[in-house]
């Protein structure tokens, strides 16, 4: 496995939208360990992959400890509700913002031998689920966030 790098604010790959997966390859499931790894070095829970330059339709999202979601191709098929909360992103490393997303998601996505599944997220998963997706179309959260402020330092 391999710590990939993660692109910042300003990149170009992070204002595109990716293209779907259309074979998991051995590439792709490198890919996905590698993600899975970069996630979890930087401290994250969640990580999408045009962030690390790759314009595919890959999420890879860690909200509990231990439980992977590796999404390809996910679509949101419905989503319910509001909560306002303070997000992050390791594309805009120091920086949070206030942001409204749906308090519950159902997500349709492939997992890595290729089996369509059904995904069910509330509070962060939810949040996290759509704040990754939005990614795959060239979207960050700061263009959604009503505030954004500096990280504080605890
Ligand atoms: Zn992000």
Known sequence: M????????????????????TEITERTKILLDDMVQTMRKADGVGL???QVGVLRRI???????????EL????ITYSSGNQTGTEGCL???????TVDRPSYVRVEAM?????TRTYEGTELLARCMCHEI????????T????????????
């Open 72 to 75: 390809i191709n996910p679509v």
């Open 91 to 97: 594309s805009v490393p120091g920086k949070r913002g």
């Open 59 to 69: 999420v890879v999202i860690e909200v509990e400890p231990g439980q992977v979601l």
């Open 111 to 115: 997992d890595r031998e290729g089996v």
């Open 48 to 50: 999408a992959a045009p």
């Open 2 to 21: 391999a710590l990939l790098h993660i692109l910042t604010e300003g990149e170009p790959q992070l204002y595109k939208i990716s293209r779907p997966v």
């Open 134 to 141: 939005d990614h795959l179309d060239g979207i960050l959260y």
């Open 143 to 154: 263009s959604k966030a009503k505030k954004i402020t500096d990280e504080e330092d605890d």
